[in-house]
């Protein structure tokens, strides 16, 4: 998973002084996103959550994954095959103006 989705600030790009909180968010996010295990036999922390990128549906021509064709649009589908738990993270840039 790359960390592209990731932006601080907003529509507006307002300037932000403390980077912190969002550091703490974003560790947080990807461990609530992410399931890990150690591995017996090398002692190591590994991913074993499976992640997929979702960039279209093909579903004829009346669905779409996203309303309009953006470089922030994204869909990421998080499997645990472990728990037998799929979270889905989606975002579909919407322009204010």
Known sequence: VTSTPQVLGGPMCQYEDVLEPYVETIKKLYKSLLSVQKNAATGKVEVTSVVYKVAAVQSGDKWSLFPKSSAQN???????VARRQCTVWYHAYIPYW
């Open 74 to 80: 994204f869909c990421y589908v998080f499997v645990d």
